[in-house]
Each structure stands twice: as structure tokens, then as C-alpha cells.
């Protein structure tokens, strides 16, 4: 079993991250500022430590003290069309703070590493679908933020005795199984999660960012996965680098769009009755779709996704959503 550092441990994808790890014997430092995560989605047998990863101070010491072994980092922020009106801010987050967390673990000697880089770093996702080698052309200032950092990722394990896995996220929802955590950032901008929320009756209707996009019904098309295979993806990535695997880019998708209309009637089969929805304008820096090829990741991680299915992605959001209403 190994000491494990995760970063943003008290968000959505942190948190499922740290349950998956304590679940299986490790023991997990979680370090997270609490900018957008919430303490109490921190798996309780993990440390806790309130604080910023940008802060060498902290981090140097607490990697020396704790014996990490590996840090898994999802601190960040995620917010594409905040990205494009604060695009510094996205890079002194995104970009600087992992830099200086990467640095602190180059002096410190913690050689594993996995980073959330998401599918934003393809741009306009025109060859579809997206393989890890094509072109990277990021069309907001997030994509390029993360996009960077997978530049460092790779020089720094050239330079240094630093391996890594960067995983490339394609749209992350549903919930813990299990019940004890779930998305819960209190201003949600992700489609799943908000039309959950109309569904709860906590909003009046969905917008629908863009009703004349080139696709098959003019709205944007994204490749949802589900957050527990998403979960698995990291596990794998986490062996892979303990038995001395070699640095890799993965994506992390299932390899199939639906639409923004394909997801609201999902979640009104869910509910049994029609979502309300508007169409509202295009949002700043959204591509019109985004589609994994997975192929990698199967192949040379030997990923299985369990939930491939929108409707078991929707159901476990709706389900975590009902549970923060009652
Ligand atoms: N959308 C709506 N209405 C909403 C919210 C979203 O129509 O209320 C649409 C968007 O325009 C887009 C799709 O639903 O077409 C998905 O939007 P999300 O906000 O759920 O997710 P994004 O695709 O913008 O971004 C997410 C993550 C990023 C990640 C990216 C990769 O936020 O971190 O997926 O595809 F990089």
C-alpha cells in the first residue's frame, strides 16, 4: 500500500478519488484550499490538510513527512467560459501552481504523478474522434493552461527521475455508488448536473447554450463518462507508474457524443415528464463537439468502463442531487 498525495481531494473528482483509494488499504493526504471544494466530501479516513499547492512552504514538507509516494493532482479550476474571462487567473492556478508543485516534487524525489488534463486541449475536436496524437490546438485559455502543464509534465520527466500519467478528461458526471459524495460545487455550470437541478424544481428551465451548432440536432455534442470509470482510469495509471511504467497520455472517455437535446430527454426519462429547456446563445469557447478515442487507454491500461450507459450516468446524478435536496 502506498502514501498518496491528492491534490483538490475535496472536489467533485478529487473526493470519488480519495474514497476509491482509502477503500483499497492506501493511506491519503488530501491538500486542498477549499476555493470550490467542500471539507466534508473528504473521505474520513484521509489527512486533511487545508491549504494551497501553489504554497512550496507547504507542500515540500509535507511530501518529505508523509513519505509520498505518488501525488494524484486535480487541483484547479474548471470553468470554461470563466477561463475566457479571467484567463490569468486560469494560469496562475492551472498552469503556475503546477509548476510549482511539480517542481516541489522533482526536489523531493516523488518520481509518480497523475494529472487531470481534460479533452479541451483539442480545440474545435474537427477530427473526430479525438486521439491522444492529434493536432493540440486548445480554443480557450483552460485547454491551454493544462495543455502547458502537460508540456512540463513531459520535459520534466525527461530531465528528471519523474514519471506520469496525464489523463485526458472528456465530460465527467454521475456519482459515487455508493452515496457519500457526488458534484456539489455550489455555483454548477456542468450540463448534467444542472439539469438535475431544473429536475429538482431548484431552477425553472434549462438553457441550451446553442441550437445551431453543425450537429445532428444543432446542439453541442459531448462524450459523457461516468465519474467511477473515470475513478478506474486513475487506479490503473496509479499501477502502471508503481511497477516502473513508462510516462503516458490517455484520454478518458467512452467514444460515443450525445447531444445537449440527447442528455435533457435522458434526464426526462429519468423524472418521467419533460425537462423544461430554453435556447439561450453559444457560450464563450464552446466547441460544437468533443469525442473521445479511447483506444489507448484500453489497450495499454486495459481499461473496462463499467457504466458506459447515459441513463446509469444520469440516474446516479439525479440520485445525488435528490440527496442534497433532502
Ligand atoms: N450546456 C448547456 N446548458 C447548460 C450547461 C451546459 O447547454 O446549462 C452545454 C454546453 O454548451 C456544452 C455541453 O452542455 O455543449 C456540456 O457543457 P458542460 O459545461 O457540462 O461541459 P464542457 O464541455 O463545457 O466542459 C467540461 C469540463 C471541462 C472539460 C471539458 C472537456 O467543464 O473541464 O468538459 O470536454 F475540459
Known amino acids: 500500500m502506498a502514501n498518496i498525495l491528492v491534490t483538490g481531494g475535496a472536489g467533485y473528482i478529487g473526493s470519488h478519488m480519495t474514497y476509491a483509494l482509502v477503500d483499497r488499504g492506501h493511506s491519503v493526504t488530501v491538500v486542498d484550499n477549499l476555493s470550490t471544494g467542500v471539507r466534508g466530501l473528504v473521505a474520513p479516513q484521509a489527512e486533511f490538510v487545508e491549504g494551497d499547492i ?53 526536489q523531493e524525489g516523488v518520481g509518480k504523478f497523475i494529472f487531470s488534463s481534460t479533452a479541451a486541449v483539442y480545440g474545435m475536436g474537427e477530427d473526430h474522434p ?8 486548445p480554443i480557450n485559455p483552460y485547454g491551454r493552461s493544462k495543455l502547458m502543464t502537460e508540456w512540463i509534465l513531459e520535459d520534466a520527466a525527461k530531465a528528471y527521475d519523474f514519471r506520469y500519467v496525464a489523463l485526458r478528461y472528456f465530460n465527467v458526471a454521475g456519482a459515487d455508488p455508493q452515496g457519500r459524495t457526488g458534484q456539489s460545487t455550489p ?47 486513475h487506479l490503473l495509471a496509479l499501477d502502471h507508474l508503481i511497477k516502473g511504467g513508462e510516462p503516458k497520455v490517455l484520454n478518458c472517455g467512452y467514444g460515443q457524443g450525445f447531444s ?14 419533460p425537462l423544461p429547456v430554453r435556447i439561450a446563445p453559444r457560450r464563450a469557447g464552446d466547441p460544437a463537439q468533443l469525442i473521445a478515442n479511447p483506444s489507448r487507454i484500453r489497450s495499454e491500461l486495459g481499461w473496462r468502463p463499467a457504466h458506459a450507459d447515459l441513463s446509469d450516468i444520469v440516474a446516479s446524478a439525479y440520485a445525488w442531487e435528490q440527496r442534497q435536496n433532502a
Open 54 to 106: 501553489g504554497d512550496e512552504t507547504l507542500v515540500r514538507p509535507l511530501l518529505r513527512h508523509r513519505n509520498i509516494e505518488a501525488v494524484i493532482h486535480f487541483a484547479g479550476s474548471v470553468v470554461v467560459p470563466d477561463s475566457v474571462e479571467q484567463p490569468l487567473r486560469y494560469y496562475n492556478n492551472n498552469t503556475m501552481k503546477s509548476l510549482t508543485l511539480i517542481d516541489a516534487c522533482v
Open 130 to 137: 479525438a486521439c491522444e496524437s492529434d493536432e493540440k490546438s
Open 187 to 233: 455555483r454548477a455550470t456542468h450540463l448534467i448536473k444542472k439539469a438535475c437541478q431544473v429536475a429538482l424544481q431548484r431552477a425553472p428551465e434549462l438553457e441550451i447554450f446553442g441550437g445551431d451548432f453543425p450537429t445532428r440536432d444543432g446542439t453541442g455534442i459531448r462524450d459523457y463518462i461516468h465519474v467511477s470509470d473515470l475513478i478506474e482510469c
Open 260 to 273: 445537449v437535446r440527447e442528455v435533457v430527454e435522458a434526464v426526462s426519462r429519468q423524472i418521467g415528464r
